[in-house]
């Protein structure tokens, strides 16, 4: 995938997960981090959220 299409999958993700509760989005970007750490760390960053926070 381009940088492009890769920012474009994080932001859907992101706007997919609506109003989830943050603890649902932390478990989705771990789920997403095993898959691909560049894949969890766009998902997060798309989020506002800290893959920090997970540990």
Known sequence: MTG???QALFDNTAR???D???E???RHIGNCLKA???YGKGVADA???SIA???
């Open 36 to 38: 691909d750490p560049a």
């Open 16 to 18: 997919a997960m609506g």
């Open 20 to 22: 989830a509760p943050k």
């Open 47 to 49: 989020l506002g959220l």
């Open 53 to 55: 926070e997970l540990q």
């Open 24 to 26: 649902i989005k932390m």
């Open 4 to 6: 492009e299409q890769q």
